[in-house]
């Protein structure tokens, strides 16, 4: 068979020749932009021009620093395609470690989004090796800045021939990279090889795991710096779907709606957070969406309760799991054709099975001795395959690899007989309480299951008794603020969980704090959380 080298230029061939007519479509202050594969392919070889003359070479970080849009789309092409690094900037980090990631992966170019001025104006003056900035606007005025001179986007492109001879890449070579928002210490780069990529979309487009196909309008409500958005945009390339870019109105649920709706989405992606303020929408409105057959919901689990009120708007979600370091796709909640109606529903809430390329096991994160797929048994997932991370970018972090080649993932789950992964926790989060553990996640999940309850999230507090005992910090639906009692709540989860599992306390707060791709951050919780009042520490664990 051929030597043939597995890139993301495959990708940009099957747009050019098989697809050119597909669209792109993308939010606007007002209305949308409009553009098909055919009109951004000469784009696209522009953009490389334009790279090549400022400078960019094989192997060389470019930095973006953008909103989901049909240019951060031309980069997620041109940059790899042309032999250098897509390094896709968190623009919710905080200036410090925004700071760290860009010395770190060296960026020697940042193409920045003209409405995020102002985040990366914070590091003025304190990233001297960024060679050049490049501003993407629609020619609206630019903020006050102490960044220096800007390229601009369009000049640059307008200025380049729609002819591009691109390199001949090897498959093992770095396409992009993107940091994970570390809970401690400082953000850890994963880099993305064109193999890992080319196998990851493969994977990502299986009948059993995403299934995208060319029939398909695919509306990613992930952020672009995120794992990829997930990998749909190559997914997208690869299958010919129309894509629809929601800009930087991704946490607005009725303009998601609204979008959705008039663009025909049939598939869509995004975490529980967005599905949580979507379903209110929908509800309170009695606007559905007939056309979405498909909502893909991971980064963190799915509440029981989310998944049947989505259910029942006709939102049928597929639950997804896996991690920047897993490209990301690691499993995909498929549901065995043997499994009885009546289990359907739990199988569905459980993270699914190991998408074909990645292989699976829980252990011991101590003897890393492999445990049975009993659904009682649970331990440390960890992880195998083309696409998955064997370090990280400068950190070789050796912590992370058993010392029979398995990513450890952190994440602590059991497996049924029939392959389905059921996170119980991550290792961090979960409560240990008197020697034995309780999962945060339940007990979150629990919560959000009570009708007035909007989102909940459980943390473990130092006890003198039970070294940790579970304190919820709970956010009523708008209609039933500052009328929901801890008693309520506390009667209602009775049955439910183990009674040593109520929490102590609950707490009412406005909103739970959530993370840079909007998963409820723990971390700000803990470190604000004042100790137990005295009342709680007497308390027995039950
Ligand atoms: P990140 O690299 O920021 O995407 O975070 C990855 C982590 O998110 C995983 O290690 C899990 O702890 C969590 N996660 C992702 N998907 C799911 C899911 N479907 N259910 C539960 N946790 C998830």
Redesign the pocket.
């Known amino acids: 068979m051929q030597d043939y080298e597995l890139t993301i230029q495959h990708a940009l061939w099957r747009i050019k020749r098989l697809f050119p007519r597909k669209e792109i479509v993308t939010k606007q202050e007002v209305g949308v932009h409009r553009t098909t594969y055919g009109e951004m392919v000469p784009r696209i070889n522009q953009l490389a021009g334009a790279l090549r003359r400022l400078g960019i070479k094989e192997g060389d970080r470019v930095g973006t620093l953008c909103w989901n849009n049909y240019r951060h789309l031309e980069l997620y092409y041109a940059v790899p395609c042309m032999g250098a690094v897509l390094h896709t900037l968190n623009l919710r980090l905080f200036p410090k470690d925004l700071q760290f990631v860009i010395e770190d992966a060296d960026d020697q170019v940042i193409f920045i989004d003209q409405t995020l001025i102002p985040i990366l104006n914070q590091l003025a003056g304190k990233i001297p090796a960024v060679k050049r900035l490049v501003l993407i606007s629609n020619g609206q005025p630019v903020p006050e800045h102490q960044l220096g001179e800007m390229l601009d986007y369009e000049t640059l492109l307008a200025a380049e021939s729609t002819d591009y001879p691109w390199p001949q890449l090897k498959e093992q070579s770095a396409a992009a990279m993107c940091y994970?928002?570390g809970t401690t210490g400082n953000p850890k780069g994963v880099v993305y090889s064109h193999r890992s990529q080319f196998l990851h979309t493969m994977g990502v487009l299986q009948v059993d795991n995403l299934a995208l196909s060319e029939k398909e309008t695919v509306f990613p409500i992930v952020p672009m710096f995120?794992?990829n958005s997930w990998g749909l945009p190559y997914a997208c390339g690869f299958a010919g779907s129309k894509i629809i870019f929601p800009d930087r109105w991704m946490g607005d649920a009725p303009s998601v709606v609204e979008l959705a709706e008039t663009e025909g989405a049939t598939i869509v992606a995004g975490v529980p957070t967005i599905w949580t303020n979507v379903a209110g929408y929908l509800e309170q409105t009695g606007k559905r969406l007939p056309k979405v057959h498909t909502v893909i919901c991971?980064?963190?689990?799915?509440p029981r309760s989310l998944m049947e009120r989505m259910d029942k708007l006709g939102l049928h979600m597929l639950?997804?799991?896996?991690?920047?370091?897993t490209s990301?796709l690691g499993s995909t909640g498929v549901v065995r054709s043997w499994i009885p109606e009546n289990q359907v529903l739990d199988r569905r809430l459980t993270?699914g099975i190991a998408v074909s390329g990645v292989e699976i096991r829980i252990a011991d994160p101590a003897s890393f001795e492999e445990l049975p797929w009993d659904g009682v048994a649970f331990g440390e997932i960890q992880v195998k395959g083309p696409w998955i991370a064997k370090g990280y970018y400068n950190n070789a972090d050796p912590e992370k690899m058993t010392p029979d080649g398995w990513f450890r993932?952190?994440?602590v789950a059991k497996i049924d007989p029939d392959g389905h992964i059921i996170?119980v926790d991550?290792t961090k989060d979960v409560i240990k309480s008197g020697g034995e553990w309780i999962s945060s996640?339940d007990l979150e999940n629990a919560i959000m299951g009570h009708p007035k309850v909007l989102e909940a999230a459980v943390i473990g507090l130092p006890h003198p008794r039970w070294d940790e005992r579970p304190v919820a910090f709970v956010v009523e639906r708008p209609e039933y603020k500052g009328k929901v009692t801890s008693e309520e709540i506390r009667e209602f989860l009775d049955g439910k969980i183990a009674k040593w599992w109520l929490p102590d306390e609950i707490r009412f707060i406005t909103e739970v704090p959530k993370t840079s791709?909007g998963?409820f951050d723990k971390k700000v919780l803990r470190s604000g959380a004042k100790p137990f009042t005295e009342a709680a520490n007497a308390t027995a664990q039950r």
Request: hydrophobic share 35%; net charge neutral.
């Open positions: 994970t928002s995120h794992a991971g980064g963190s689990a799915i639950h997804a799991w896996g991690m920047t370091e990301p993270q993932t952190g994440d996170i991550r996640v791709v998963k």
